[in-house]
Structure formats: structure tokens, C-alpha cells
């Protein structure tokens, strides 16, 4: 089975530029998770969906930060206008429903110049 | 004060070291316990998955957990250079709950 797919694997726009990551879940996964990792915070849950509905978003950090999923097989997270403290690696991962980890993508290394 | 604490290192051990990595939580509501294993460039992989406390082994990995103590601890026997990552504790109150991070510790095995 194909894992959590993420794209663009790499990222580098100037700020105030509108930026748009990208997330497939593993086919069958009813949850999934959008996370920032930096250095400074470590890995920090921004908004996590179950069944397509977003469950908890309190972890996004201000009104630039959206997230979708049309279906269960997409995800979107969009910044607008980024900042270059958006700056970081964004990960989705997904897993199924019940008492089941999470997988992890490989992430997008996002660079706000 | 963070919910989860972990000691970010840099540890460095030579190659058959015996490896003890360590959490401490101030949540007691959290019954699951992970561990993650990050190589650079990569997404975190799940290595141990425990709920309650008690231990876990999984060849040369082993998972302690301390709830009465909020302590979780990973060990990892025969170090190899392969082990060489970012460790990642994670826990959550539920089972279908958000999970909850520690910061990371880097570990360098040299040959």
C-alpha cells in the first residue's frame, strides 16, 4: 500500500505569496492530521479531520491558515499571506478509525523568503 | 510548562551502547504511549505503541511506562549506527484523540 503522499516535497516562495500544500491520505484512513515541526516548537498538531469534517482546529495559528478536505482521499492546507515565520515542515498523516497510529508523510519543507 | 517534556540532547553513544531515552508528562489523563523514530528528511514512524503502564519489548526495543510517576522511558539494546534519528515520545487520552509530542531527542550511534 502506497503510505501518506505529500506535495510539493519542497517549498520556497516569498511572503505574501499565497502557499498551498497538498495531502493523500492512505486509502481507507478516516482520520487525518495537518502538523508544523520546527526546531523551536517541535511537532505541533494544527487542525485534525475525521470522516472529511474538521474535528479540531485549534491548533491553527491565525486566520491566514486554512484547511480543507473536500473527500477522503484529499487534503489541502493553505497560507495566505505567508510570513517568513510560517517557515517549517509541514507533515499530514492519517490512520484508521479505533485504537490504530498514525502515519506520517514525509512532509513539505516550506521556506517563506 | 509543556504538557510533555523530553530532553532534546544531541546523545551521542558508540555502536552496542545500550540507549535510554526519557518523557515526563504532566497530563494524567494520557493512557497512550508512543514512540516515534524520525530520520532526517523524513516523516516520524511509528516504533512502540503502548496504553497504560507497564512494559513492552519488540527486539531491541523497550517500552516502560510510569504512570504513577508520569514517566515514560525507551531503551534500545545493540545500538546500531541504522538507530542513529530523532526519537519522538507521543501520547494522548484517548484512543481517537489528538496526540500530543515531545520535542525530540537526537541520537548519533557511532561505529
Known amino acids: 500500500d502506497a503510505g501518506v503522499i505529500q506535495s510539493p516535497r519542497h517549498e520556497v516562495t516569498e511572503m505574501g505569496q499565497e502557499v498551498t500544500l497538498r495531502c493523500k491520505p492512505i486509502?481507507?484512513?478516516?482520520?487525518l492530521f495537518w502538523y508544523r515541526q520546527t526546531m523551536m516548537r517541535g511537532l505541533e498538531l494544527l487542525i485534525y479531520f475525521n470522516n472529511n469534517v474538521p474535528i479540531d482546529d485549534s491548533g491553527m495559528p491565525e486566520d491566514r491558515f486554512s484547511a480543507k478536505m473536500p473527500n477522503a482521499s484529499f487534503s489541502t492546507l493553505k497560507i495566505q499571506p505567508s510570513e517568513p515565520r510560517d517557515s517549517a515542515v509541514y507533515f499530514c498523516a492519517s490512520r484508521k478509525q479505533g485504537n490504530q497510529p498514525q502515519h506520517f508523510g514525509d512532509g513539505t519543507r516550506l521556506s517563506i523568503l | 510548562q509543556k504538557e510533555v517534556e523530553q530532553d532534546p540532547g544531541p546523545l551521542s553513544v558508540p555502536e552496542g551502547a545500550i540507549v535510554s531515552l526519557n518523557c515526563t508528562y504532566s497530563n494524567s489523563a494520557f493512557q497512550y504511549f508512543m514512540w516515534y523514530r524520525q530520520y532526517s528528511r523524513k516523516g516520524p514512524e511509528l516504533l512502540m505503541y503502548t496504553y497504560s503502564s507497564g512494559n513492552k519489548e519488540d527486539g531491541r526495543f523497550t517500552a516502560q511506562v510510569d504512570k504513577s510517576s508520569k514517566y515514560i522511558s525507551l531503551f534500545i539494546r545493540d545500538s546500531q549506527p541504522s538507530d542513529s534519528a530523532t526519537y519522538l515520545c507521543a501520547m494522548s487520552a484517548s484512543s481517537y484523540g489528538k496526540l500530543t509530542f515531545g520535542q525530540g531527542t537526537i541520537l548519533t550511534v557511532h561505529p
Open positions: 486509502s481507507g484512513h478516516d482520520y
